[in-house]
Nanobody, 123 residues
């Protein structure tokens, strides 16, 4: 049974940092491309970053480029998102998605994801 469990969210001040984790079970993470996406209140799912199974390709949304870093540990079956210089507009529920490097809008909804972890950026 495929399971994705995100963690590491919380409250951060503007300019602060958080590191999100996505623990994968029920499948071999190293065989799958993965992404992070987020959903702000009242908005659709927004793709944030993606990474190939072997980390040879990494992509970021323009809104997070230079601030967020995606990585993976295929031995530990875990996906990460290091978020630096957080801004209030980064406030959202963050999900890891299985099987996609990049997606847009409603297409992102088609991919398996966990329950999400809440990130709130506020002073």
């Amino acid at each position: 049974q495929v399971q994705l469990v995100e963690s590491g969210g919380g409250l951060a001040q503007p300019g602060g940092s958080l590191r999100l984790s996505c623990a994968a079970s029920g499948f071999t993470l190293g065989m799958w491309s993965m992404s992070w996406a987020r959903q702000a209140p009242g908005q659709g799912l927004e793709w944030v970053s993606g990474i190939y199974s072997d980390s040879t390709k990494i992509d970021y949304a323009d809104s997070v480029k230079g601030r967020f870093t995606i990585s993976r540990d295929n031995v530990q079956n875990t996906l990460y998102l290091q978020m630096n210089n957080l801004q209030p507009e980064d406030t959202a529920l963050y999900y890891c998605l299985r099987g996609v490097v990049n997606c847009e809008g409603p297409v992102c909804d088609a991919f398996e994801r966990g329950p999400g972890t809440q990130v709130t950026v506020s002073s």
